[in-house]
């Protein structure tokens, strides 16, 4: 069966290092990849688009790598800071017209200062 | 400034009654929009394909009579939780690609409905 995983339920880390989070998948073969950021009680938004054929996407202090052989993106937030503090989703885009994203149960990240 | 609005928020609700959740884009036009529900730290789960003009799409399990979805223009998908009890009580969020100038490729989300069936 189809399945997206994100490694872990809740990360904790200080302020000022690098959050590392994952996203791994099986039976599906996405065109594209996308990251959102979820606040409690609240839409989710979006961050990072990465297309099959790219292997990572930079935004600011974001960064988004594509491993189609692995199945895995990798989401990473250098220089964490307190307000980077919520639930991060991964998503599965297969660009079919009209279709809607698959997501991932999502990571709640803590940044402590 | 937000793209997709939803409303309401919040609802309360007693068992037995309805409630329905508007979804509207703002500046573009959504033929297609999509509901999704979210219980406490799980995953957004679809619920179903809204399309303009024409009838929804349901996921597996989901009740079509329970969640009647209508999408009669371009800006507006409603969600009515028919004789709603406290199952539902949930987190809906609505969303839609962006057409146009908003084209981007990004899942575009309403700020969610929070439903309490008391």
């Known amino acids: 069966s189809q399945k997206i995983e994100q490694n872990s339920e809740a990360l904790n880390i200080q302020e000022g290092k690098t959050a590392t989070l994952t996203c791994n998948y099986t039976?599906?073969?996405?065109?594209?990849l996308q990251w959102y950021r979820q606040d409690p009680g609240r839409g989710p938004v979006f961050l990072l688009l990465?297309?099959?054929?790219?292997k990572e996407k930079r935004k600011e202090r974001l960064k988004v790598t594509f491993d189609t052989t692995l199945k895995q993106s990798l989401f990473h937030i250098t220089a964490s800071q307190p307000a980077d503090s919520a639930t991060y989703l991964c998503?599965?885009?297969?660009?079919?017209?009209?279709?809607?994203?698959?997501f991932g149960k999502g990571t709640t990240l803590s940044v402590s200062s | 400034g937000a793209v997709v609005s939803q409303h309401p928020s919040w609802v309360i609700c007693k068992s037995g009654t309805s409630v329905k959740i508007e979804c509207r884009s703002l500046?573009?036009?959504?033929?297609?929009m999509f509901w999704y529900r979210q219980f406490p730290k799980q995953s957004l789960m679809l619920m179903a394909t809204?399309?303009?003009?024409?009838?929804?799409?349901?996921e597996q399990g989901v009740e079509k009579d329970k969640f009647l979805i209508n999408h009669a223009s371009l800006t507006l998908s409603t969600l009515t939780v028919t004789s709603a009890h406290p199952e539902d009580s949930s987190f809906y969020i609505c969303?839609?690609?962006?057409?146009?100038?908003?084209?981007?490729?990004?899942?575009?989300f309403g700020e969610g409905s929070r439903l309490t069936v008391l």
């Open positions: 039976n599906y073969s996405p065109a594209y």
């Open positions: 990465i297309r099959e054929n790219e």
């Open positions: 500046d573009f036009q959504a033929t297609t």
């Open positions: 809204s399309n303009e003009g024409s009838k929804a799409t349901y």
């Open positions: 969303s839609a690609w962006g057409s146009g100038p908003l084209n981007t490729g990004e899942l575009f």
């Open positions: 998503a599965l885009d297969t660009a079919q017209a009209g279709t809607a994203l698959i």
